[in-house]
């Protein structure tokens, strides 16, 4: 089945600094790539994705890389603000499935006024 | 506005005392999920429904059953609680039919606690 790691596990930033977050996935199917924010005691909510026929996206203050050749996606963070403090969860879509996610373990995003 | 709704945000069961969580949406998704999220971890594919079709993930205890009764409904019942089975429940849906379909909305999640 699909397996997402994601690093690192915690990243401490100061305020205004950017922050870039890795996934790695391992399943060549995979076609679809989300980024989930979660807030402590909130639910996920999505804050970009993209898809396996572009390479990059951008709102705003974040963006999305993908590259399927490596396998790998990352997000990043610019000028970053202390609301930005969060969890974030990578996902990929499994195999040929456009609705079925596996989800990376999570970083812990901390970002000092 | 269309959204995710959990009822309870906070269950609280006795070790082997059945236990029903409940979601509902007003988004009229076809697909529905229940996860499971423990404390700093990701949340975890329990099971999902596509339209009446519900499928199950091959490493989710015979313990978890779900119902979906009609689109707007899905259940999670829990028959023998365990100690390790205190998580955070998080319903979510997502729409097969729409050009963005693979998001999935996420409800605020049910807070489950053993004794």
């Known amino acids: 089945g699909e397996n997402v790691e994601q690093h690192p596990s915690t990243l401490s930033v100061q305020e205004g600094d950017s922050a870039v977050i890795k996934c790695t996935y391992s399943?060549?199917?995979?076609?679809?790539f989300p980024w989930y924010k979660q807030e402590l005691g909130k639910r996920p909510q999505l804050i970009i994705d993209?898809?396996?026929?572009?390479g990059e996206k951008k709102d705003q203050r974040i963006a999305v890389t993908l590259n399927k050749t490596a396998k790998h996606f990352s997000l990043h963070i610019t000028e970053t603000q202390p609301e930005d403090s969060a969890v974030y969860f990578c996902?990929?879509?499994?195999?040929?499935?456009?609705?079925?996610?596996?989800f990376g373990k999570g970083t812990l995003l901390t970002v000092n006024p | 506005d269309a959204m995710v709704i959990q009822n309870p945000r906070y269950q609280v069961t006795q070790f082997g005392k059945p236990v029903t969580l409940s979601c509902s949406q007003t988004?009229?998704?076809?697909?529905m999920y229940w996860y499971q999220q423990k404390s700093s971890q990701a949340p975890k594919l329990l099971f999902h429904?596509?339209?009446?079709?519900?499928?199950n993930e091959a490493d989710t205890p015979d313990n978890f059953q779900s119902r979906r009764p009609n689109t707007s409904f899905c259940f999670l019942d829990i028959r023998s609680p365990g100690l390790g089975d205190a998580a955070m429940y998080l319903c979510?849906?997502?729409?097969?039919?729409?050009?963005?379909?693979?998001?999935?909305?996420f409800g605020p999640g049910t807070r489950l606690t053993v004794l």
């Open positions: 979510a849906t997502s729409s097969r039919y729409r050009g963005s379909y693979n998001e999935q909305f």
């Open positions: 399943d060549s199917a995979s076609n679809y």
């Open positions: 993209i898809r396996s026929n572009v």
């Open positions: 996902a990929a879509s499994i195999g040929g499935s456009n609705y079925k996610l596996t």
């Open positions: 988004l009229n998704h076809n697909v």
């Open positions: 429904y596509y339209d009446k079709d519900f499928n």
